[in-house]
């Protein structure tokens, strides 16, 4: 049974490669921000509608963490566009 090796990438496909493995996980951090900033806006919504609930004191803070983590996800998005 020979040994079979595996050709490395020519150099120039290794970068648009390494660009696009980056800009991939760019976009999941991106949506997973997204999705938490969804689910913080949906309790908020629900806690508003209901008149017997009552809004967590955390909830704003949350929401902001939340908000802050998209917007440094969307940035990296841009960086990686002008690039």
């Not at 120039?12 to 493995?21: D, T």
């Not at 689910?39 to 955390?58: K, T, W």
């Amino acid at each position: 049974m020979t040994a079979r090796r595996r050709r490395a990438a020519p150099p120039g496909l290794r970068a648009p490669l390494l660009r696009s493995a980056t800009v991939s996980a760019a976009l999941r951090q991106s949506r997973t921000a997204l999705s938490h900033i969804e689910g913080e806006l949906e309790a908020l919504l629900a806690a508003l509608r209901d008149p017997a609930a009552r809004v967590d004191a955390a909830a704003a803070d949350r929401l902001r963490g939340a908000t802050v983590a998209a917007g440094d996800a969307l940035a990296s998005l841009r960086a990686l566009a002008r690039r």
